[in-house]
């Protein structure tokens, strides 16, 4: 598979645009990786996924939402909903006032924000590196990490986008009792 | 002109254009079937259109064409030219017919006979097989007769097309969703624009922005109207897939459609029209038994089906209802056990509406297990999801044994609407205009806050309003402490039961606000109906007022662990006045509808007279009576009373407090200890008295009852819910009637053996043993109360039982719950029996 001409050139930290179409992944070709920083945690989403990448736009709470949902912000005249990979991933709360990247992904047609501390470059990842999720990592990584990658510089975890965004009808049915 | 008229001929106008080009076109492939059917289609409704609008000369002209356009299409003859031309004169005629009755209303005065002939003689040419294009034979034949006589007229024609008023043109959906868009977009900029003038003081944009905006206004307005439909085009098919259906499953079904010309917006039609499809199949086929399964669950062999929409606020509520079996709830609770939707400990928890609602679960079951099981089912959650999709909720009631009733309630469009941004905890949120009733400003000179414990309530026109307060219920803010001296704003809403104030902290502006519906994430929120963006760019969420009475627990009826205890329950709540009196902790419950006002008097304009307390009340001296012990209260406070009043005759109770109005579902203790009350209550989960107001009234009015000089009708009540009798009895005694209970039919007819005689009788309908359909035949069929008119008192009405009942015997069909119907319904019967004795 070969992705978008666009993609290639993405810079570390792109302007905002369309990222492109969404594309299928093949598991065993070279694949284009985002990384993304989660509390210290280098992550990865597949760039065919990445919508936009926006920062510091502002979050309106939603009441009653359920955990991990973060609020909703305006893309452009579109209302997005907010998802806090932190949250999602069990790891402490951001700071208030930290610096906030939104990574902007389609799920069943519907666009979300990943809420992320700091977006990198993005890798081209071969299958060499890839291992599966080792079982000794906590249940939130392990429901939400498809792969992890050996890099020289570290390991990085591929995030599967529609886990994260698969918000149980349980979890939202039992926050409003 | 006639509507009807100007229509047909817009629209035959455009059918007519079209036909000269299919003509052309079948002249140059003369075996192209799908051309033919097209022109056939069309000459076919011009035809049907003016025979049914009486324009009987285009109809012989239309006729002819047609029949020979017939036997083209079939096969039966080849194309020829000369027919072709025919046709072609014939369209000509049609049209020059069609300018006669633009400019004078009427068909012009003509004579088309020979192009009927010619029509006709083209019909008799030589069969398929030998037609060959012979044209030049037969053309000049053909072409010279039509030229000769509509020749002059054709002028005519001509002279019309450009005149005649084109009523409507077609604008493909895709155009009209776009300048909806569009509009939509602009609102926003336009918001946009308004919010950034508002800092400024005089701007020279302020004239021009103001244009804008309300031009802006219009043109929304403008293109919403566009794009509304009625609702009934959603059913066009509905009555066509249900006889299908009927035959094809051996039931008989009836489809009884109301309310089809409430109107919504089209896409919200289009996105509507699948589930509601859905739905009916789902109803026909699972919902409704067959006629022998229902013969003997007593039931009349055919089922129905009715359908009714109404709007209600800013939405739309559809309602499908059959009179099948209803849901088997135990086997919804299995299965979902069984799917593994639920733990059973939870499912246990649940009451039957909740677990009625595992069918919209995706994965509670595939077509097959729930058609043996549920009855109920198939592809339910595709129902919900695409309902709620567009920001609708789906809801169903079920008895089984009776029926089913989906309700869906839908935005009237997805687009705009009018909204009050309105502050709690800091954030904001808008609430829909359409369903706020009224703003008041509490605290600071406003209206004040009362506290029920730690329920807020507001006193509005005499009115217990119950309080909401959003930030609260939100879990934004700690809720207000009891008894504190709240400020704010409260929203009087209109949920989609009870009307219920909504406590928040400011209230800014009414802005117009593109819906948006929620993240399905966020679908499962009953606070919110949708999201918006505002004009200075954030997202706020969009308050759905009958959610949030739900969440609140306002209107709907709560579960009462209790009423499964005792038995009698009742299945409709009925409204009751909560109060206290007579320094009683215990509150005291009424229902509502037997007192006319609540009063609350100055202590000192109470008077003795004929050493009882009065008071001049509306012109005249009302007697007061206290529950219980009583003094006069001291001078400059307040007496609250309960005004009771039948003709011009008034008593006042006095009462300590008056507490709430409730909405409740209620099951009565009933005792016989205390004098003046029926028994006890669990009321919104506490304990209360329940009034037995014909005591109180007796004793402060002995005449109360006796006010009549002739024999009191005499009425029979055969109920066999205790909480109903003690209801209607007080209220029927009342009102003048001498009144008998019984529990049950058999009682009743041992009534009838030992001879008593009754102007009229009330009967339940549901009841164990001999129901109340059974009881009516017994009655009509022999004895001394043949002819004695029957009501049929009832809490659930279908169409179909009312039928049913009135074919057997019932002079007439009320709801259990209004008093005021029940009088009425009484008072009718009896003085139509007496006219006619």
Redesign the interface.
């Known amino acids: 598979m070969s992705a978008p001409a666009t993609l290639a050139t993405l810079p570390a930290k792109p302007a905002r645009g369309d990222a492109g179409k969404p594309q299928r992944e093949a598991a065993d070709e070279p694949r284009l990786v985002l990384t993304l920083l989660v509390a210290g945690r280098l992550c990865g989403i597949p760039v065919p996924r990445v919508r936009d990448v926006l920062r510091g736009e502002q979050i309106a709470r939603v009441p009653l939402a359920p955990p991990g949902v973060a609020g909703v912000l305006n893309l452009r005249g579109r209302i997005v909903t907010a998802v806090d990979l932190r949250n999602r991933l069990g790891l402490p709360e951001a700071e208030p006032g930290a610096p906030r990247m939104s990574v902007v992904v389609e799920h069943e047609n519907e666009l979300y924000s990943l809420l992320a501390d700091g977006v990198r470059e993005v890798l081209t990842l071969t299958g060499e590196e890839r291992e599966d999720a080792p079982a000794t990592l906590s249940d939130a990584w392990r429901e939400h990490a498809s792969a992890v990658h050996r890099l020289q510089e570290g390991l990085l975890i591929e995030l599967d986008t529609d886990r994260l965004l698969a918000f149980g009808a349980r979890a939202t049915a039992d926050s409003r009792r | 002109m006639d509507d009807l008229i100007s229509e047909f001929l817009a629209e035959t106008n455009e059918a007519l254009a079209e036909l000269d080009t299919a003509l052309v076109d079948l002249e140059r492939a003369s075996e192209d079937a799908e051309i033919l059917a097209r022109i056939f289609r069309m000459v076919h409704s011009v035809k049907g259109t003016c025979g049914f609008l009486g324009l009987s000369r285009l109809e012989a002209v239309a006729h002819a064409a047609e029949s020979l356009l017939g036997l083209y299409r079939d096969g039966d003859i080849a194309v020829s030219p000369s027919g072709v031309t025919a046709v072609l004169a014939a369209i000509d005629t049609i049209r020059m017919i069609m300018a006669g009755i633009a400019e004078t209303g009427v068909e012009p005065v003509g004579d088309d006979s020979a192009l009927v002939a010619q029509l006709n003689a083209a019909s008799e040419e030589q069969p398929a097989a030998e037609a060959e294009p012979v044209a030049a034979i037969v053309a000049p034949v053909a072409a010279a007769k039509p030229v000769e006589k509509p020749a002059e007229e054709k002028a005519a024609a001509q002279h019309g097309d450009s005149s005649m008023p084109v009523q409507a043109i077609r604008v493909s959906l895709p155009v009209l969703d776009e300048l909806m868009t569009l509009a939509s977009?602009l609102v926003?900029v336009r918001n946009q624009l308004l919010q950034v003038a508002r800092g400024q003081t005089d701007t020279p944009f302020a004239a021009p922005l103001q244009r804008l905006s309300r031009i802006t206004s219009d043109l929304q307005e403008g293109v919403m109207k566009t794009r509304m439909q009625p609702v009934s085009a959603a059913w066009a098919k509905l009555p066509r897939l249900v006889r299908d259906l009927g035959t094809e499953l051996g039931k008989r079904i009836d489809l009884v459609q109301s309310g089809g010309d409430t109107e919504l917006d089209r896409q919200v039609l289009e996105l509507i029209k699948d589930p509601l499809t859905h739905m009916v199949r789902n109803s026909a086929d699972h919902g409704l038994e067959t006629p022998d399964i229902r013969r003997a669950a007593g039931k009349v062999a055919h089922g129905t089906i009715s359908l009714s929409a109404r709007q209600e606020g800013g939405r739309i509520v559809i309602e499908l209802a059959d009179d099948g079996r209803g849901l088997n709830i135990a086997r919804i609770r299995s299965r979902a056990i069984e799917r593994g939707l639920a733990t059973e400990a939870a499912v246990a928890a649940m009451d039957d509406a909740e677990a009625a609602r595992f069918i919209f679960?995706?994965g509670f079951s595939t077509a097959a297990a729930v058609t043996a099981v549920s009855g109920r089912g198939v592809g339910m959650d595709v129902v919900r999801s695409n309902i709620e999709r567009i920001g609708g909720t789906v809801d169903l009631q079920t008895v089984e044994g009776q029926g089913t009733t989906l309700i869906i309630r839908i935005p009237l469009t997805l687009a705009i609407i009018s909204g009050l941004v309105v502050q709690a905890a800091n954030?904001r949120f808008a609430v829909p205009q359409a369903a706020v009733v009224e703003l008041v400003r509490v605290g600071s000179g406003g209206a004040s806050v009362e506290w029920l414990d730690d329920a807020p309530v507001m006193r509005l026109r005499g009115q217990l309003l119950p309080l909401v307060q959003l930030g609260a219920l939100?879990?934004?803010a700690a809720p207000h402490e009891s008894g504190s001296a709240a400020q704010g704003f409260v929203a009087v809403l209109q949920g989609d039961t009870a009307r219920f104030g909504l406590f928040v902290d400011g209230v800014f502006d009414t802005e117009e606000i593109v819906v948006?519906p929620?993240?399905?994430?966020?679908?499962?929120?009953?606070?919110?109906s949708g999201?918006?963006?505002l004009g200075d760019?954030?997202?706020?969420?969009i308050l759905d007022p009958a959610g949030l009475a739900r969440?609140a627990g306002l209107g709907s009826a709560r579960k009462e662990t209790a009423a499964a205890v005792t038995g009698t329950v009742e299945e409709t709540g009925s409204q009751l006045l909560l109060f206290r009196a007579g320094g009683q902790a215990t509150p005291i419950a009424v229902p509502l509808g037997l007192i006319a006002r609540l009063e609350a008097l100055r202590s000192d304009s109470i008077e003795t007279a004929g050493n009882r307390p009065a008071v001049q009340y509306r012109g005249q001296l009302m007697p007061l009576l206290p529950l219980g012990p009583w003094t006069q209260p001291p001078a400059g406070s307040t007496q609250h009373l309960l005004v009771f009043q039948d003709g011009n005759r008034s008593l006042g109770l006095m009462v300590d407090e008056i507490l709430d109005v409730i909405e409740e579902r209620l099951v009565l203790r009933p005792s016989t200890d205390r004098a003046g009350f029926l028994g006890a209550a669990v009321i919104a989960g506490r304990a209360a008295d329940v009034l037995d107001c014909s005591y109180w009234l007796r004793l402060g009015d002995p005449h109360w009852f006796g006010k009549t000089e002739q024999a009191a009708p005499r009425v029979l009540v055969v109920e066999d819910s205790g909480f109903f009798r003690q209801l209607v009895v007080p209220a029927l005694t009342s009102a003048g009637y001498e009144v008998a209970a019984c529990g049950e039919p058999s009682e009743a007819l041992k009534l009838r053996a030992g001879g008593a005689m009754f102007d009229a009788i009330l009967s339940d309908i549901e009841m164990p043993g001999m129901d109340g359909f059974g009881f009516i035949a017994e009655l009509r069929r022999e004895g001394i109360w043949q002819k004695t008119p029957v009501v049929a008192l009832t809490s659930r009405i279908s169409p179909a039982d009312k039928a049913r009942g009135l074919a057997l015997g019932f002079t007439d069909y009320v709801g259990k719950f209004d008093s005021e119907r029940v009088l009425g319904a009484l008072a009718r019967v009896i003085s139509t029996v007496k006219e006619a004795a």
């Open positions: 977009e926003l679960r995706p954030e939100l879990g934004l948006k929620v993240a399905p994430i966020l679908r499962d929120l009953q606070a919110f999201n918006t963006i760019g954030g997202v706020i969420m969440m």
